[in-house]
């Protein structure tokens, strides 16, 4: 496979350092768009190390750190951590259009807003700020009880947050762990029931499940899902069925739907 951004050895050693360290900067920022390419991405990690014994000064403090700890062998998980704090927390900016008209209709039955309130969202390292702050505007309006945030998802405090979450970020519960692990052991000691929401085989549909009160529901990062290792901490997998081929649902979308079923679709007991 022939990667798209390729250097010659002839071609790199004539570039100035300056020109060297954007060719380097070029092809570790691409990774990102390739972390579900294994070949692809593999090849991009052996370019990069390749280029990186050819420059002759020391690089950015930074760029010099990422590309030690590079290697081809690195999960797509990993090395999304690392391109994370690589880019000081930038993340692509996803489409979105937020609508707004008046104010919802408020849902009076106790019953469920005592079910609400009994449902927490673990993030499980979310890239997008737009999407994090697609699901507080969400939680808000069902009046859900908490969002945890976990690893490298952006937190309320990020600097775009105000304007994604419409200042929904203020008004819901949110806790911050390093790791999902931590956050899925936390709920389970608090007594909550953990549902991954994933496409996996063995995962039943969100219209046919029967949820356990109070409850978690771990979603995964935009481009890898949930690692397999937090899918084992979970109890249940649970999906959204799908008539398409290409499997690409928006996070915050496919949460939205799952909170309404659970909610008012009949099935929660």
């Known amino acids: 496979m022939k990667l798209s951004t390729h250097y010659s050895e002839t071609k790199f050693k004539s570039f100035t350092f300056e ?19 294994a070949e692809k991405r593999s090849q991009i990690i052996e370019h990069i190390l390749e280029l990186y014994l050819l420059v002759e000064k020391p690089l950015p403090q930074k760029m010099q750190l990422f590309i030690k700890e590079l290697n081809p062998h690195l999960s797509p998980h990993q090395l999304l951590n690392k391109l994370y704090f690589y880019c000081d927390g930038a993340i692509r900016k996803d489409s979105q259009m937020a609508l707004q008209t008046e104010k919802g209709k408020v849902i009076l039955d106790p ?39 976990c690893g490298i998802t952006p937190t309320p405090e990020h600097s775009n947050m105000p304007k994604t979450a419409m ?75 799908q008539l398409g081929w290409k499997n690409c649902l928006n996070v915050g979308v496919a949460t939205g739907i799952v909170l309404y079923q659970i909610l008012f679709g009949g099935f929660n007991g």
């Open 111 to 149: 019953d469920i807003r005592q079910k609400a309130k009994q449902i927490t969202v673990i993030c499980d390292n979310l890239r997008s700020v737009f999407n994090v702050g697609s699901l507080f505007r969400t939680a808000e309006c069902l009046g859900i009880g908490k969002i945890i945030v």
């Open 19 to 37: 020109e060297q360290i954007g060719a380097l900067n070029k092809l570790i920022l691409s990774l990102e768009k390739n972390l579900t390419e």
């Open 167 to 241: 200042g929904t970020e203020k008004l819901v519960a949110w806790q911050y762990f390093p790791s999902t692990t931590e956050a899925i052991a936390f709920c389970h000691q608090e007594g909550f029931f953990i549902y991954a929401l994933e496409t996996i085989d063995n995962a039943k549909s969100v219209f046919q499940t029967v949820y356990q009160f109070p409850l978690a529901i771990v979603i995964g990062n935009e481009a890898l899902g949930i690692e397999s290792s937090i899918l084992e901490l979970c109890d249940e997998f649970i999906t959204l069925p």
